[in-house]
């Protein structure tokens, strides 16, 4: 089945500093979302992101499909920036399903 | 729209005991997934419901397990007899599939403990 890679794996920053998340993937896929989990475990939708670029705030994406990566900038973090950043894609097996990457731990120290 | 909706956030059940949990989806949410969270790793795939019909089950999804989502609308995840390896977090997820959207959104979890 397809592979999904997350680098680095954890990530210390001080608050204001920027970062970059990378997502791998092994095949073609159909969709990819990126997810922040918070400290009680639930999963916040960021990105829904198959292509292109996209802007939310702070935080910005890329995926480039054709060569099977995606993006996720953080700017001028804050510690409420820290927790695990997912990324997840759609196989094109028809199912619909999400297979995740193991995540970036990410902690933003004041 | 309250977001999907699980019940109950934690369990603690003894080993051999059968437990159910309970997903409601985001209404007119026509499909449905279970994913299961370890320690330290990201969510993996358990089973997916289109409707009323589950369409795919991982190998992850012992025949201990079992997910129902009778008139397509909520989704109830039963494990009978708990192993201590059942510990972990449940997220239950949904998307509309409208417009060709998949985008899914997910649930706060059931974090079950079997001690």
């Known amino acids: 089945g397809i592979q999904v890679e997350q680098s680095p794996p954890d990530l210390i920053l001080q608050e204001g500093a920027n970062s970059t998340l990378r997502c791998n993937f092994s095949?073609?896929?159909?969709?990819l979302q990126w997810f922040h989990q918070n400290p009680w475990g639930q999963l916040i939708n960021l990105f829904y992101?198959?292509?292109g670029t996209k802007q939310n705030g702070r935080l910005s994406a890329t995926t480039v499909a054709t060569e099977r990566y995606s993006l996720l900038y953080i700017s001028s973090s804050q510690t409420t920036d820290s927790g695990v950043y997912f990324c997840a894609v759609e196989s094109t097996s028809g199912t619909y399903k999400y297979i995740f990457g193991t995540g970036t731990r990410l902690k933003v120290l004041a | 729209d309250t977001g999907v909706s699980q019940d109950p956030r934690h369990k603690i059940t003894k080993r051999g005991q059968n437990v159910t949990f309970r997903c409601d989806p985001i209404s007119e949410h026509n499909r449905l997934y279970w994913y299961r969270q370890t320690l330290g790793q990201g969510p993996e795939f358990l089973t997916y419901?289109?409707?009323?019909?589950?369409?795919?089950k991982s190998r992850l999804l012992s025949d201990r397990f079992s997910a129902e989502r009778p008139k397509g609308s909520f989704s109830t995840l039963e494990i009978q007899r708990t192993e201590q390896g059942d510990s972990a977090m449940y997220l239950c997820?949904?998307?509309?599939?409208?417009?060709?959207?998949?985008?899914?959104?997910f649930g706060q979890g059931t974090r079950l403990t079997v001690v």
């Open positions: 997820a949904s998307s509309s599939g409208q417009g060709g959207s998949t985008e899914a959104f």
């Open positions: 095949d073609s896929v159909n969709n």
């Open positions: 992101i198959p292509s």
């Open positions: 419901f289109q409707n009323e019909a589950q369409l795919e």
